[in-house]
């Protein structure tokens, strides 16, 4: 009995085979640790629907002045692939979603939209990982991102993903994000990577953004369950078809810690230092004023400010899906409307995709953004989302979803507008597995 004991505490204190294998660490964008299932085989989908939709407007006013609320019926095809396949060192999973919309009385907002959620892993050397991360797709008006996923092994929240547009206007993003994880010993490693991403609208008067970035972490584990750390990150972002750009510097103390099997916290907590240059009225001195007759010019402002920073996540992982709660502030690019904010986001969701006929999906988040940039104010939203699937026959599945989103401002008074999508269908796929819900 005390050799096993004595060999179970070597091989704890080895370096594991280029594994962490302790709590997931947030701030490295990683899904929980439990939600690490065996395979999922690549699954298609394809779902026809009914759909009612409130809110639509476009980049554009009425004849009165005032911003468009259009309300349609339509039908909606989609279809798409997930799944998960491994290798001997390398391992892929896979979320992608198209779908093609037509409303009957509005087709100025008939769309095309795709969404990729791409992750792979790839073991180097035995104390070496290298991993990717991808996000990208076109959308018109787009509900549900930003949720855990069964079959792709990171967080998408952690991402560069727009989710509170406020136009019903072709958005087109992209995401890539590459990290080297080092596992040093059994305790300790190290994480080093970049990012890049874009985000692009149709509508000329909407504001583009590009941006690269730059982190790296140190992670030791205190125990079986507890990892502690710091993380530095910088990110340089600039906007496109305005003048403007911020360099952020996040600087962050890490904390995870398995509070049992399948029930996990992680979080982070520090300060970001926040260089911004933007083009700013300002008022002329009076002598001026009198002489030229103008009573405001223009001048590249130069802010630098500290705001608290970090983000926590606690997770439960079921046999058949996974709970989740989360909440933090970070720095963003804006909104296309907006450019350089400060968010506070929080969301819950849960999924569940049952052995027999069910799958549930929730989802339901609430930002609030502070703009420092072009404009100066505060706007928010709060969105929710339920999705249900029913096998009724072999392949052949009942599927229903509905979708809100509530825009919110005190300082604009305009920004303030509900929209809704209910979507009754069938959806087809192969297998008995009920379908999995996005």
Same mark, same amino acid.
């Given at each position: 009995?005390?050799?096993?004991?004595?060999?179970?505490?070597?091989?704890?204190?080895?370096?594991?085979?280029?594994?962490?294998?302790?709590?997931?660490?947030?701030? !490295?964008?990683?899904?929980?640790?439990?939600?690490?299932?065996?395979?999922?085989?690549?699954?298609?989908? #394809?779902?026809?629907?009914?759909?009612?939709?409130?809110?639509?407007?476009?980049?554009?006013?009425?004849?009165?002045? @005032?911003?468009?609320?259009?309300?349609?019926?339509? #039908?909606?095809?989609?279809?798409?692939?997930?799944?998960?396949?491994?290798?001997?060192?390398?391992?892929?999973?896979?979320?992608?979603?198209?779908?093609?919309?037509?409303?009957?009385?509005?087709?100025?907002?008939?769309?095309?939209?795709?969404?990729?959620?791409?992750?792979?892993?790839?073991?180097?050397?035995?104390?070496?990982?290298?991993?990717? !991360?991808? @996000?990208?797709?076109?959308?018109?008006?787009?509900?549900?991102?930003?949720?855990?996923?069964?079959?792709?092994?990171?967080?998408?929240?952690?991402? &560069?993903?727009?989710?509170?547009?406020?136009?019903?206007?072709?958005?087109? /993003?992209?995401?890539?994000?590459?990290?080297?994880?080092?596992?040093?010993?059994?305790?300790?490693?190290?994480?080093?990577?970049?990012?890049?991403?874009?985000? !692009?609208?149709?509508?000329?008067?909407?504001?583009?953004?590009?941006?690269?970035?730059?982190?790296?972490?140190?992670?030791?584990?205190?125990?079986?369950?507890?990892?502690?750390?710091?993380?530095?990150?910088?990110?340089?972002?600039?906007? =496109?078809?305005?003048?403007?750009?911020?360099?952020?510097?996040?600087?962050?103390?890490?904390?995870?810690?398995?509070?049992?099997?399948?029930?996990?916290?992680?979080?982070?907590?520090?300060?970001?230092?926040?260089?911004?240059?933007?083009?700013? @009225?300002?008022?002329?001195?009076?002598?001026?004023?009198?002489?030229?007759?103008?009573?405001?010019?223009?001048?590249?402002?130069? /802010?630098?400010?500290?705001?608290?920073?970090?983000?926590?996540?606690?997770?439960?992982?079921?046999?058949?899906?996974?709970?989740?709660?989360?909440?933090?502030?970070?720095?963003?690019?804006? =909104?296309?409307?907006?450019?350089?904010?400060?968010?506070?986001?929080?969301?819950?969701? &849960?999924?569940?995709?049952?052995?027999?006929?069910?799958?549930?999906?929730?989802?339901?988040?609430?930002?609030?953004?502070?703009?420092?940039?072009?404009?100066?104010?505060?706007?928010?939203?709060?969105?929710?989302?339920?999705?249900?699937?029913?096998?009724?026959?072999?392949?052949?599945? /009942?599927?229903? =979803?509905?979708?809100?989103?509530?825009?919110?401002?005190?300082?604009?008074?305009?920004? @303030?507008?509900?929209?809704?999508?209910?979507?009754?269908?069938?959806?087809?796929?192969?297998?008995? #597995?009920?379908?999995?819900?996005?």
């Amino acid at each position: 009995m005390k050799l096993v004991r004595v060999l179970t505490l070597i091989g704890w204190a080895l370096p594991a085979f280029a594994q962490y294998a302790g709590p997931a660490i947030l701030s !490295r964008g990683e899904a929980p640790a439990a939600m690490n299932a065996p395979e999922i085989k690549f699954r298609p989908f #394809v779902e026809i629907a009914a759909t009612y939709t409130t809110g639509l407007a476009g980049v554009a006013v009425t004849d009165q002045g @005032n911003l468009p609320n259009l309300d349609s019926y339509g #039908v909606d095809l989609a279809f798409g692939v997930s799944g998960t396949h491994s290798w001997k060192h390398t391992k892929l999973g896979l979320d992608y979603r198209g779908g093609l919309s037509h409303f009957v009385t509005q087709s100025a907002f008939d769309s095309l939209s795709q969404q990729i959620l791409l992750g792979v892993t790839h073991q180097v050397t035995r104390h070496i990982i290298l991993s990717l !991360r991808e @996000n990208g797709g076109m959308f018109t008006r787009i509900f549900g991102l930003g949720s855990l996923s069964q079959t792709v092994p990171f967080d998408p929240s952690q991402s &560069y993903i727009p989710t509170t547009d406020f136009f019903d206007n072709r958005t087109y /993003f992209l995401s890539s994000q590459l990290d080297m994880k080092i596992q040093k010993t059994a305790r300790l490693s190290f994480d080093l990577g970049g990012s890049n991403y874009f985000t !692009r609208y149709r509508a000329a008067g909407l504001i583009g953004s590009t941006g690269v970035g730059a982190h790296g972490d140190v992670q030791y584990r205190l125990s079986r369950r507890s990892t502690v750390g710091g993380v530095y990150d910088f990110e340089d972002f600039f906007y =496109n078809g305005q003048f403007g750009a911020a360099q952020v510097h996040t600087f962050q103390a890490t904390f995870a810690r398995a509070l049992a099997a399948k029930l996990e916290f992680s979080g982070s907590a520090g300060a970001s230092r926040v260089e911004q240059t933007f083009i700013e @009225n300002v008022p002329v001195d009076p002598a001026i004023a009198a002489l030229l007759g103008v009573s405001m010019t223009t001048e590249i402002g130069h /802010f630098v400010s500290w705001i608290p920073s970090g983000a926590v996540r606690l997770s439960q992982v079921f046999s058949r899906g996974v709970l989740y709660i989360s909440a933090g502030r970070s720095v963003v690019p804006g =909104n296309g409307l907006f450019t350089t904010s400060y968010a506070d986001v929080a969301s819950a969701g &849960y999924t569940y995709t049952g052995v027999r006929r069910w799958s549930l999906s929730a989802l339901a988040t609430y930002e609030r953004s502070r703009s420092i940039g072009n404009f100066s104010g505060v706007y928010a939203d709060v969105a929710g989302g339920l999705s249900a699937s029913r096998q009724i026959m072999r392949s052949v599945h /009942f599927v229903v =979803n509905y979708d809100a989103r509530s825009y919110r401002s005190g300082t604009f008074q305009n920004y @303030n507008r509900l929209i809704q999508e209910a979507r009754v269908g069938l959806g087809f796929t192969p297998g008995d #597995v009920p379908l999995r819900i996005w």
